[in-house]
């Protein structure tokens, strides 16, 4: 098994940052890949960005730039730095872990970018 705890998200004012962070746990070496995805309200859940074993990232359009996702094999945690932000990144973010099984998640955490 795969736990996720997510943390750091908060009210930030437009073109502010915040840094989350996913703390994992459990069968940490069953981990293929990683990610963070947000759910806004009324809206489906998106990819918003990805990081795998070899530390290969990928990000949606809409936060490159902006975004970014690393991880600290050492503390066993990732992170998503998130600068620049704008309303539209309000959401739930959630942490997501992949392994051959199954996909595992996180309780996610809110982000409120006030205009």
């Known amino acids: 098994q795969v736990q996720l705890v997510e943390s750091g998200g908060g009210l930030v004012q437009a073109g502010g940052s915040l840094r989350l962070s996913c703390a994992v746990s459990?069968?940490?070496?069953?981990?293929?890949?990683m990610g963070w995805y947000r759910q806004a309200p009324g809206k489906q859940r998106e990819k918003v960005a990805t990081?795998?074993?070899?530390?290969?990232?990928n990000y949606v359009e809409s936060v490159l730039g902006r975004f970014t996702i690393s991880r600290d094999s050492a503390k066993s945690t990732m992170y998503l730095q998130m600068n620049s932000l704008k309303a539209e990144d309000t959401a739930v973010y959630y942490c997501?872990?992949?392994?051959?099984?199954?996909?595992?998640w996180g309780q996610g955490t809110q982000v409120t970018v006030s205009s």
């Open positions: 990081i795998t074993s070899r530390d290969s990232t």
């Open positions: 997501a872990a992949a392994t051959k099984q199954r996909d595992w």
């Open positions: 459990g069968s940490i070496f069953s981990i293929n890949a």
